[in-house]
Structures are given as C-alpha cells and as structure tokens.
C-alpha cells in the first residue's frame, strides 16, 4: 500500500447533520478555541497559545461526570456564548469528555478534536460518541454530537509510548477487518514499517482508517443498524475492561483479544472460515495482543447484561467473516461462555 498522494488532503463526512472537516497538519497545534481541554500528558506539550485552558487528570478514571462538570464551569466562568467553541486536545478520554460537554454547554456549541493518539485519531475523534464510564461500566452515559473540525498531526504519535500506539493499532486492524481487505493485507506484509511508525505508512493508515469508519457514520449515524458493525471486538472487550475495573488491559488490548473470541463464535456458528480465523489471530498475535485472559462468562456476565448492541434483551456480537466481511449475530450466554472458555 504505498502512500497515496492525497494522503494529507483534508476529509470530510457529513454526520448527523453536522459537517466533520477533517484537517492533516505537520506539526500538532493548539486550535483557536475559547477555552481548550487538555490532560496532564497533553497540556504540558501543546497547551501553548490557548486562550483558555483547563487541564484534567490523565487516564481512563478522569472519564467521569466531575470531568464534564469541570468542563462546563470553566467554559461558563469564561462567559462564552452559543457561538464560541470547545476544544478538546488529547486521547480519546479528553475527546469523549470534551464532547459530551460541548453536546450539553448551552444545548451544543462549536467543537474541535485535536486527536494526539493513534486511538484517537483513527476512532473516537469522529462519528459523535461522547460520553463517560459510569457505574463501572464503559461508556455508560453520553451523547451523540459530531465534531465540527478534526485536526490531525501524524507527528504527534512520536512521542507516543509504545503501549498506546499498539492500542490504537488495534483499532486499525478492526477497521481493516471491517472494510478495507488491502490495508489487513499491509498490516500484515509491513508490520516493520508500522511498528516503526514510518510517517508515510501512518498517516495512510490513519487516512484509510477514518475513509471506512467516515462512510459507516454518515449512513448510520446514531447506530441503528450498520454502524454496530464498529462495535467488532467491543462486546467482549467492554466487559473485559469493565471485570477488570479499566486496570491491566488498554482499550485496544481488550479490543484485540475481544475479536480473537469474536472469531472463536464465528468459527463455532459455521460463520467465520477457520482459515480466516487462524489469519486473523496470528496477526494479533505477531502485534503482540494477548489472546488470552483467563476469564470465565460469570465474571463477565453483568457487563454484557449492558451492552449498548444488545436487542430485545438478547447480546449481539459482531463476527467477522471474512476481509470487508462482518455481520452482526445474537448470542445465547451459552454461546458466550463457549467462545471464551475455547483456547
Ligand atoms: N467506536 C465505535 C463507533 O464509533 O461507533
């Protein structure tokens, strides 16, 4: 897959009725903003120029309802009205959180992302979730409010530890899985070059990444049927971060090993070709994911009792079929115990 040169070409995706730009920059910058978000890793690198700064703790256990309340009373105290903008730099806590305020800040205001991770960047800057871990569960509460503007700074990722970019890796592979069989095949092929972060390869992945999941969004934004299909590998995933209380697994480790037990049901409902399986696995496992984790289906049960994909009270799991082949199937709490109790 060689870099294309429309590469750093700006992208945009109509969401939800509000129009995402999508912005490629060289160099990470503070974005004009009224009052700007940042975390403790991103403040101290990029909070220079912001008219207006508030700074939260970083980290998965900064994602709660103090947070947003933090958000909104420093963007009230700032007197800023309907027209002004929120802005958000940092992983994908800062963007969630940002977003979720900026979704209820005078019933919605301008929003800006500068995603300063491979994670976020590639998935939780665009299509509109937002939202907080609530009750000990993921994502329990939010919003759905499209980014008005994403700015993306491939060269932010260099100073990113290496577990973080591993995480949001995992976040390309499902992508790949998902809808783009030439970028699973480049994972694959140049693995070197994307664990070395060569600029070139990064950012056509980051663009590839955000062309599939851009497309999903704008068909479906509020996720009442194909968007659930981003959702691979999350339903064991969720509740493996939950179990574990957001402690000993980054989102993309859960993630990876949740599609290893994804494809583990499909191969047990005729639906996934052990081949493909096999393919998959190893390549998780060549990233370095770990596919095991040792945890039965009582230990995980409450979490895929709120699952947001479950229907009429039944737990849907997405299961890849094959490359830019996945679909969605309910499964009994047999079934679930099955696919995690397989080695
Ligand atoms: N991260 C999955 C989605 O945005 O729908």
């Given at each position: 897959?060689?870099?294309?040169?429309?590469?750093?070409?700006?992208?945009?995706?109509?969401?939800?009725?509000?129009?995402?730009?999508?912005?490629?920059?060289?160099?990470?910058?503070?974005?004009?903003?009224?009052?700007?978000?940042?975390?403790?890793?991103?403040?101290?690198?990029?909070?220079?120029?912001?008219?207006?700064?508030?700074?939260?703790?970083?980290?998965?256990?900064?994602?709660?309802?103090?947070?947003?309340?933090?958000?909104?009373?420093?963007?009230?105290?700032?007197?800023?009205?309907?027209?002004?903008?929120?802005?958000?730099?940092?992983?994908?806590?800062?963007?969630?959180?940002?977003?979720?305020?900026?979704?209820?800040?005078?019933?919605?205001?301008?929003?800006?992302?500068?995603?300063?991770?491979?994670?976020?960047?590639?998935?939780?800057?665009?299509?509109?979730?937002?939202?907080?871990?609530?009750?000990?569960?993921?994502?329990?509460?939010?919003?759905?409010?499209?980014?008005?503007?994403?700015?993306?700074?491939?060269?932010?990722?260099?100073?990113?530890?290496?577990?973080?970019?591993?995480?949001?890796?995992?976040e390309v592979i499902k992508t790949a899985i998902i809808g783009d069989p030439d970028l699973l095949q480049t994972l694959e092929t140049r693995r070197d070059q994307v664990l070395a972060r060569e600029p070139g390869i990064v950012r056509e992945m980051i663009r590839r990444s955000l062309a599939v999941k851009g497309r999903i969004v704008s068909e479906d934004p509020r996720e009442r049927g194909i968007r659930a299909l981003l959702n691979l590998g999350h339903t064991f995933g969720h509740a493996l971060e939950s179990a574990t209380g957001f402690d000993g697994w980054t989102h993309g480790e859960a993630v990876a090993w949740g599609m290893g037990r994804a494809l583990r049901a499909g191969v047990r409902f005729g639906m996934t070709p052990p081949a493909f399986a096999e393919r998959v696995r190893r390549l998780l496992s060549d990233y370095g994911y770990r596919l095991e984790a040792g945890v039965t289906y009582p230990q995980l049960a409450p979490s895929f009792g709120l699952d947001k994909k479950r229907a009429a009270g039944r737990t849907r799991l997405v299961i890849p079929c094959g490359a830019g082949d996945v679909r969605l199937r309910e499964a009994s709490p047999e079934d679930l115990a099955a696919a995690l109790a397989e080695r």
């Open positions: 897959m060689p870099e294309t040169p429309s590469a750093s070409r700006p992208l945009s995706f109509s969401v939800d009725g509000t129009l995402t730009e999508i912005a490629f920059t060289d160099t990470p910058s503070c974005p004009e903003a009224t009052v700007t978000v940042f975390d403790a890793n991103t403040a101290s690198r990029f909070s220079g120029g912001a008219a207006r700064a508030l700074r939260l703790a970083a980290g998965e256990r900064a994602k709660q309802w103090e947070s947003v309340s933090a958000i909104l009373e420093e963007c009230a105290r700032s007197g800023m009205g309907r027209d002004g903008t929120l802005a958000g730099v940092g992983g994908g806590v800062v963007c969630d959180l940002t977003a979720f305020a900026a979704s209820l800040y005078m019933r919605g205001c301008r929003l800006v992302l500068v995603p300063t991770t491979l994670l976020a960047m590639v998935d939780a800057s665009l299509g509109g979730k937002t939202g907080i871990d609530f009750l000990g569960t993921k994502n329990l509460v939010g919003t759905f409010y499209p980014a008005h503007r994403i700015l993306i700074a491939p060269s932010a990722l260099e100073g990113l530890p290496d577990r973080e970019y591993r995480s949001g890796l995992a």
